[in-house]
Nanobody, 125 residues
Framework: QVQLVESGGGSVQAGGSLRLSCPASAYRAHIYCVGWFRQAPGKEREGVATIDRLDSTAYAASVKGRFTISQDKNKNTLYLQMDSLKPEDTAMYYC???????????????????WGQGTQVTVSS
């Protein structure tokens, strides 16, 4: 069983930065793809970014160039550096993991096996 616990959320003004963290037990035991999703009130959960065992990354078009996903395999921790934040980035952010490589369908939330409880990010204008 993989347990994911997000931290680092908060409230910032537009243009600011936040760094989310997600330490995971048994992070690499049988996990090939990890990533971040987000869900705003009244909207569907959407993929933000993923990274696999080979450090191959994928980003949503809306965050590319502003967000950076990374992982520390020694610390079993996933990160999401968020810069130039916009009000439309406001959402609950979830850490997730799956037992397959990310692939072209990385943004489909139904393909993931494990989820954290989420951390709230609020960006004010």
């Amino acid at each position: 069983q993989v347990q994911l616990v997000e931290s680092g959320g908060g409230s910032v003004q537009a243009g600011g930065s936040l760094r989310l963290s997600c330490p995971a037990s048994a992070y690499r035991a049988h996990i090939y793809c990890v990533g971040w999703f987000r869900q705003a009130p009244g909207k569907e959960r959407e993929g933000v970014a993923t990274i696999d065992r080979l450090d191959s990354t994928a980003y949503a078009a809306s965050v590319k160039g502003r967000f950076t996903i990374s992982q520390d395999k020694n610390k079993n921790t996933l990160y999401l550096q968020m810069d130039s934040l916009k009000p439309e980035d406001t959402a609950m952010y979830y850490c997730t993991a799956r037992r397959l490589y990310c692939g072209d369908n990385w943004s489909n939330s139904s393909n993931y096996n494990y989820w954290g409880q989420g951390t709230q990010v609020t960006v004010s204008s």
